[in-house]
């Protein structure tokens, strides 16, 4: 038996061999994270056509378009777009690729770790999100279509069949059953981020030396794991009330198109709402979490500066999980709850507003006194902290019930959630992926196109979203299909058509980057150095791409925090984690693939 | 001279010790010579307690479900429980005795008994299921079906449910007894720890349902 | 060493950055100030204090949203990359300066919050007085009815098998009830003036929501339930009503009128309504 000091090094799993275990079957956490993020590159696609159909069919209804068949498109066919729109944006593209997709591949690496505390399971946890999108795009495919409840799929509407809408019959049956088993898949990743970050960190990655990327991710993570069960659950029921009689949600007495429903009584469709939403507001910090934490992460990196107030901004990532929990209830001021708790649920959303001011101020002092460099990762990363500001501080109105009772379910909701969400969430998406682009495939991304496409982008979204504050005010409701029915809406017309043209500008200028993506894998520049961005986290210490066990059998030791920018006396600006004292002392760096000089 | 021993696959995580900085938590703490790595074994066991955590909230969903439709609705109807479902308690916490017996024999190396412990386990984990199933007979029979009303809405989901979850277990279970642990991370024994902390905690959540279905009834 | 590209290239591109965020803010505030596209004046006085309330809300984040993307511009500028041999400061953080602006947050953020609870309190801690108008307002895909019990003060039964909308009966009224025989079912709301009126909301399939700009009035419609507002409406004219909870393919043409009219002629109005029952 070999004694301790001369054990040989055996890697936990060899490396594999042959198409299907390397690239499909894989349980390589880097290969895991890449096929989360093509899958959500994949959605966003499908997501944006279906809001182009959309935002087209609103200010041209005569248009015939595309995948209308029957000439124009339809009431419930706009509202089927819009339901897969959310739903597939929320869940395929946000939930996954800031999470899943680049959690997955960077998580360990930046602990020191060769994989994933379970391999085999975060395996399981792809292919399993991969059948939950076929199940939900499989609705559009069923008579009936997809369904026409929304993302946030209130019943009755949701649970009584076809009888209240075309796309209510089998569309929405799907659309249950694939989030059903999404769900199932959140929660086996939640189970391996969390557990990766708590018992597999390399020595000396205390939890205060965690790039603040990683902390985001295992906060999310922990939402994500309490959250995805009540989700579940809802989904359960609201099953059982469409197919087996029961009436968990569903009352009794109703009337649909003079047909008496006989086969429901007693049931609560604000029990939806609650159990929805409990889920469905920690579900938005999981979407935007991730990219706080790439924000933190790139502003501080290429300001050549420490990252302001590390500690506050954990403890303020902590309390935005935990207060995430507590502010359900203002989705609900008007759903017929008790006002008494309106309010309490208004207190607390307020509160939810001081750690997120708290972050801002301290994404500012880190660039402040900065060497600031603008690469196109950089520049997504400023543009989240603008699009951050802007969307949080609408939703200051929101949190109001008072000022809700007007703006509840108009424009201004959409403004407020798709600047929060649909960008400023996508931003960090993108900077993470000019970021570690180099890393993952050993090729950058075209910076000079990266840069139009940030232009285009930022100045795009901007034009959507800004007009969409001023419908609201003006009253418009959402989820209209049709703008010629409420009359004072004709006003409006105008600042739709200037919100649709600036929609087609901006949806364009996303096949910018599907181009560079693609054309990049193959004919980018080469990533020659491991540390191109001379950032400092573990991640840079290794080969671009890395080899399958991220450190070739080195596992790395850190001797410092993640952000050591700008040391008073080091030889150069940064001073990456994994070197020695020795190391920095004397400038001269041991051999292997961990350290470069 | 080192050599890889073929029974026993000696890993380390962590091994390059250069450099003195301290370190509070990570890895690096070495093999203790029963073919585990600390690491991954206290990661089994995190993971499992993870797991729990999110089938609580499941469960927790479902419960608070059931509060509130029992202070909305009118028409709640007490479901007369069978009383075979106490005698199925009876033998779900006897399996948990065992199965804690089993572990332990396993701790202790007395491999026979284990087995044994084990099997008796996965039994009476069977007979608890098809006591349900019995009880759920009974139910029908008084013309109590999962439509009928909330009330019995909510017995059928809350028993269906956890039986599923424990058949779930059961199959863990086999599992833990027939799989080869050579050459994997963890031993039989963590394996066996797994599955009992979720067996011990599938156990509780039925003792927690089953009275508030007794006294929410 | 490798040679490292001099890093002259970011004024261009600060100062481009820099232009952007100046011109969001100066076009945002703008569009805030000018009131381009705005709320319908209020016609109740709790809806000038929501107003009220709005425009507090509104000069608070504005002045931080100010603050804040001027403040990224001027930093993006000011600290713009000089060439890569220039080191940034380092400083890790102020602690007095965290308590200082966490407690400035709470303050100004809570204190905001429990500011708003006056308009909310009257809109929904009180309820309706004793002499208030009822009326019954019954949400269906995809329309409203409203009901007025009549001059005998009582509502009528509902029964679900009798609702008919081709026959006349959409919100099922049993007129073999008598205190129901005098009940009067309008698609339009009629109200005077200046009198406190109370709605019923129910709806009869999914939920919907009953929705008056001009009111600053919202409230869902759910199934399986009564929910009671209030509301005194004190200027006369018609006001749209829209539906503004999706409720299926007509959801955007689910519209009414709110009619506020003087007492002459709101009798009037209810009397020839009547007679068309």
Known sequence: MASHAEVVHVHVHTAPTGFIRKYVFSVDHKVIGIQYYLLALFSVFLGMSLSLLMRIHLVWPALHLPFTPGGQMTPEQYLALLTMHGTIMVFMVLTT??????????????????????????????????????????????????????????????????????????????????????????????????????????????????????????????????AFGVLLAACALLLLDRSLGTSFFVPGGLVVTDQVITWHKGGSPILWQHLFWFFGHPEVYIAILPGMGVASHLLSTFSRKPIFGYRAMVYAMLSIGFLGFTVWGHHMFIS????????????????????????????????????????????????????????????????????????????????????????????????????????MFGRFLNERIGKVHFWLTFIGVYSIFMPMHFLGIAGHPRRYADLTGVQYLNGLIPVQRFISIAAFITIGSQLLFLFNFLWSLWGGKKATEMNPWEATTLAWSIPSPPPFDNFAGHIPTVYRGPYEFAVPGARQDYVPQQLTPAEVATGEVSSGPTVKA | MPGVVADEIELQIGANRGGDAPSRDGGGDGDRGDGQIPAYRRASVTGITLALGGILMFFLALTSSYIVRRGVTTDWQPVPLPRLLWANTAVLLASSVTIEMARRALRRGAEDAFRNLWALTSGLGVIFVAGQLLAWRELRAEGVFLATNPSSSFFYVLTGLHGLHLLGGVIALVYVALKSWQGSRVGQATGAEVAAIYWHFMDGLWVFLLLLLTLGR | MRKRKACKGSTPIAAAFAVVLVALTVITTYLFVAKTWWFPPAITDVGHEIDAQFMRTLWITGIIFILAQLGLAWVIFRYRGRGRDQRASHFEGNAGMEIAWTIATVTLFVGLGLYGQDAWAKVHYQEAGAGALQIEVTAQQFAWNFRYAGPDGKFGRIKPELVSASTGNPVGLDRTDPDGKDDIVSPIIGVPVSREVELVLRSQDVTHSFFVRELRLKQDAVPGMLIHIHFTANQIGDYEIACAELCGLGHYRMRSLLRVMSQVDYDQWLKETAANQ
């Open chain 1, 336 to 439: 017929g709850m008790s006002p008494y708790s309106a309010f309490a649920f208004s207190l607390l959303t307020m509160s939810i507003g001081v750690p997120s001011a708290i972050k801002t101020f301290n994404w500012l002092g880190t660039l402040w006194g900065g060497q600031i460099r603008f690469t196109t990762s950089m520049l997504f990363a400023l543009g989240f902290v603008s699009l951050f500001v802007s969307g949080g501080l609408s939703g200051l109105f929101l949190a109001q019930p008072a000022i809700d009772l007007y703006l509840h379910d108009t424009y201004y909701v959409v403004a407020h959630f798709h600047l929060i969400m649909g960008v400023a969430a996508i931003f960090g998406i993108f900077a993470a992926t000019y970021f570690w682009f180099p890393k």
């Open chain 1, 97 to 226: 690729a800031p999470q899943s997709g680049f959690g997955n591949y960077f998580l360990p690496i930046q602990i020191g770790a060769e994989d994933m505390a379970f391999p085999v399971l975060n395996m399981l946890s792809f292919w399993t999100t991969f059948v939950s999108l076929l199940v939900m795009v499989a609705a559009f495919f069923v008579s009936g279509g997809a369904p026409i409840g929304g993302w946030t799929s209130y019943p009755p509407l949701s649970a009584l069949g076809e009888i209240v809408g075309p796309g209510q019959g089998a569309g929405q049956t799907l659309w249950i059953v694939g989030l059903a088993i999404f769900c199932a898949a959140s929660l086996l990743g939640a189970i391996n981020f969390i557990t990766t970050t708590i018992d597999l960190r390399c020595k000396g990655m205390t939890l205060m030396r965690m790039p603040l990327t990683v902390w985001a991710w295992l906060i999310t993570a922990v939402l994500g794991l309490l």
